[in-house]
């Protein structure tokens, strides 16, 4: 029962942030200055093309500018989808579709559409540094996607090594962080004992 009011605010305050950034990139859509975002990914949709943590920069954009294959950002019902954009439905929407998912989503409406992906921040190369492999690409993240949906072994280990790779890259770049949480770590729990 102390359950619901606690999923409550944290739902709403996603809705509102997800606003947010959606007004973020309308408004730079209407000024004609193209401006960024950047987000954390937190679902598992589009692996592996993204993981959980990553942090994408998002350009606004309009639908017309979109092309099939692309990533993109849209909203729907308070929630963000960062999904690869599958084919335009004028004049009625587009459909999206995650990497790793078993079909499309609904379809979006036309005001849906928020920007399109540029770079996994931290990665020097942008989207456009790979287009000469662009089909290439996307085939491999749909055909890998698709294991990774279907097989939830896979898509276990998969998150398992992602992860891990991730802490140890984390540690050797910052060597003295984790120096200093175990030695932290050390002195919570020494307090806990006395």
């Given at each position: 029962?102390m359950?619901?009011p606690?999923?409550?605010p944290?739902?709403?305050?996603?809705?509102?942030?997800?606003?947010?950034v959606?007004?973020?990139?309308?408004?730079?859509?209407?000024?004609?200055?193209?401006?960024?975002v950047?987000?954390r990914?937190?679902?598992?949709?589009?692996?592996?093309?993204?993981?959980?943590?990553?942090?994408?920069?998002?350009?606004?954009?309009s639908l017309?500018?979109?092309?099939?294959?692309?990533?993109?950002?849209?909203?729907?019902d308070g929630?963000?989808?960062?999904h690869?954009?599958l084919?335009p439905?004028?004049?009625s929407?587009?459909?999206?579709?995650?990497?790793?998912m078993?079909?499309?989503?609904?379809q979006?409406?036309?005001g849906?559409?928020?920007?399109?992906?540029?770079r996994r921040?931290g990665?020097?190369r942008?989207v456009?540094?790979v287009?000469?492999r662009r089909?290439f690409?996307?085939?491999?993240?749909r055909?890998?996607g698709?294991?990774?949906?279907?097989?939830?072994?896979a898509?276990?280990?998969?998150?398992?090594?992602?992860?891990?790779r991730?802490?140890s890259?984390?540690?050797w770049?910052?060597?003295?962080?984790?120096?200093d949480?175990?030695?932290?770590?050390?002195?919570?729990?020494e307090l806990?004992?006395?």
């Amino acid at each position: 029962m102390m359950e619901e009011p606690a999923i409550a605010p944290r739902s709403s305050w996603s809705a509102e942030r997800s606003a947010l950034v959606a007004d973020a990139l309308r408004r730079s859509d209407r000024s004609h200055v193209r401006q960024s975002v950047r987000l954390r990914v937190h679902g598992e949709s589009m692996l592996p093309a993204l993981w959980p943590g990553d942090v994408v920069e998002i350009a606004s954009c309009s639908l017309e500018d979109v092309r099939p294959g692309e990533i993109v950002l849209a909203l729907r019902d308070g929630r963000l989808f960062l999904h690869r954009f599958l084919t335009p439905c004028k004049p009625s929407g587009f459909l999206l579709r995650g990497d790793s998912m078993p079909g499309s989503d609904p379809q979006f409406p036309p005001g849906a559409m928020l920007g399109r992906f540029v770079r996994r921040v931290g990665e020097e190369r942008s989207v456009a540094a790979v287009t000469q492999r662009r089909w290439f690409a996307v085939g491999c993240s749909r055909a890998l996607g698709m294991l990774l949906c279907h097989c939830g072994v896979a898509r276990r280990l998969a998150l398992k090594l992602h992860s891990r790779r991730t802490a140890s890259a984390r540690a050797w770049r910052f060597p003295e962080a984790a120096t200093d949480t175990s030695s932290r770590d050390l002195s919570l729990s020494e307090l806990g004992n006395l």
